[in-house]
């Protein structure tokens, strides 16, 4: 059966050049890897007034990454640090305390940006929270995608340097997760 992956991008923007780029992970990946964007943008902010009584989107939310074999991020860099949405999809998927539904799924993070940086701070802001939340994260290769803007053909895929080097990474994201099986 197919590996899930459950695709979290930081950004809620129609057009988002991350959200592209996670389509092109999706359209690069091998048969063996389904990858599902996992909508954030609906979940109303984590509080834990609401742990007795949990929206239905938070229940969702964390079904579907129960569900899942492995976590990949694709997001971009908001004021030097993780976007909003994002850590609050993080947040939510970590309580109640004891319920986190992260520990052990093997887990990716692209950042990239419209600057050469690439989204540099916000991928380890994203690594610092994901040690915590025990999400055995892929360290090498790192992917810092820049001028995001830049980087796409007229047909909607990215340029030929920027598709080879996705398509690299996700396999190297494809065989962390396939070390991380279960027997
Ligand atoms: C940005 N952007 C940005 N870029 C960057 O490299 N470092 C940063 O700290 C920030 N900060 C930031 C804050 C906010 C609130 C916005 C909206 C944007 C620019 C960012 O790289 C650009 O808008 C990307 O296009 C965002 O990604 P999506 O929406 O295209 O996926």
Do not use: C
């Not at 995001?148 to 990474?169: C, H, M, P, R, Y």
């Amino acid at each position: 059966m197919a590996k899930k992956i459950a695709v979290l991008v930081g950004s809620l923007r129609k057009e988002s050049f991350n959200r592209k780029i996670a389509n092109e992970l999706s359209r690069l990946s091998s048969d063996g890897f389904d990858l599902e964007i996992i909508e954030i943008g609906n979940l109303p902010l984590y509080s834990e007034d609401l742990d007795q009584s949990p929206p239905q989107e938070w229940t969702d939310f964390r079904q579907k990454i129960k569900n899942s074999d492995g976590i990949l991020v694709v997001s971009p860099e908001y004021n030097r640090t993780i976007p909003g949405a994002l850590k609050n999809a993080i947040d939510v998927g970590s309580r109640p305390y004891g319920s986190s539904v992260w520990p052990g799924k093997p887990g990716a993070v692209v950042t990239s940006s419209i600057s050469s940086l690439g989204g540099l701070a916000a991928n380890h802001h994203i690594r610092q929270a994901f040690v915590f939340i025990d999400v055995p994260l892929m360290q090498q290769p790192e992917a810092y995608i820049g001028n995001s803007s830049q980087i796409w053909n007229d047909d909607g895929t990215a340029v030929e340097e920027t598709q080879k080097f996705l398509k690299d990474w996700m396999g190297a994201y494809e065989k962390w997760v396939n070390g991380f099986s279960k027997s």
